[in-house]
């Protein structure tokens, strides 16, 4: 899943030294992964979940050579297109697969939390923010350390019990992603960029756990792996909003400006997940008194 959406940034930026269309490439694939994801899930809810992955495994794995291969080869542009978007509807939703699959194993157990795990990624402005200081090849790196933070703070996130409720933890979650992405925007070295990243990565996996264990209270169990496909389409209509602006931005003005663009983003989801946290919950009535 992550090789795809770093490869596509990698591979068009390289061959063209242009952000913005990496980015607007990303965008599409990001944004037809939306669309098609729910729709997908719908399918796995009432098929299951194997009769539905083959083809469309078999159609990811057409899409994924043609983009390359239109990307080396320097076909006209619209192909990185049309197979980008090939692509991100033939790409199945694994996390709320996965994640439909262990509520069903480990429903109504503590262990369930331990397994809600997934986040997107900051791939074109780490990607650029390595070429500007001469070492394009540690934007891996970078990133790894980002997604080992997450999945520390994941392990630990999920073995012990919370007491506070599930809104509240998704909300205190958001605003530590803000607060982890304030320091991007000010780093000009790769080893310290490294040590901030980390950091910034323990804020995601207690997000994305706590936030899919909402959806899991709220959905019926018989459209759970759609109720959560619906979160990863919000994801994937976000990112393919955000991946050519920050690309353009990149472009324009560098990978800091790229950081902010997206602290700007992390401050705006903090605000939405905090007045939805004070926002009055209705108060359930009383149960009928028997006689």
């Not at 990811?60 to 619209?78: D, H, I, N």
């Not at 509240?168 to 960029?193: E, K, N, Q, T, Y």
């Amino acid at each position: 899943m992550a090789t795809i959406g770093l490869g596509v940034v990698l591979l068009i930026s390289g061959l063209t030294g242009s952000y913005g269309l990496a980015g607007a490439v990303a965008s599409v694939e990001a944004l037809a992964y939306a669309v098609a994801s729910p729709r997908l899930a719908r399918l796995v809810d009432r098929y299951g979940q194997s009769t539905v992955l083959l083809p469309r495994t078999l159609v990811l794995t057409v899409a994924v050579t043609m983009l390359t291969v239109a990307a080396m080869a320097g076909w006209p542009r619209w192909t990185l297109f049309v197979a980008a978007a090939v692509t991100g509807v033939s790409v199945p939703p694994l996390g709320s697969l996965v994640r439909a699959r262990w509520n069903h194993l480990l429903g109504g157990t503590p262990r369930l939390h331990t397994a809600f795990m997934l986040f997107a990624t900051i791939d074109i402005t780490t990607v650029a923010f390595a070429e500007e200081l001469g070492a394009k090849s540690a934007a891996g790196p970078l990133l790894a350390a980002y997604a080992l933070g997450s999945c520390l703070s994941g392990v630990l996130y999920g073995a012990r019990t919370w007491q506070w409720p599930l809104d509240r933890r998704f909300a205190v979650s958001l605003g530590l992603i803000a607060l982890g992405a304030a320091p991007p925007v000010i780093v000009h070295s790769i080893p310290l960029m490294a040590v901030v990243v980390f950091l910034a990565g323990f804020a995601i996996s207690p997000t994305a756990i706590s936030g899919y264990a909402l959806i899991r209270e709220r959905v019926p169990a018989s459209a759970l792996t759609e109720g959560m496909a619906w979160v990863s389409t919000s994801v994937g209509v976000g990112l393919a909003v955000g991946s050519p602006i920050a690309g353009r931005i990149v472009d324009a003005y560098g990978a800091h400006a790229g950081y902010a663009f997206g602290l700007a983003a992390a401050l705006f989801s903090a605000i939405v997940g905090l007045t939805d946290m004070l926002r009055p919950r209705p108060v359930p009535a009383p149960p009928p008194r028997t006689s």
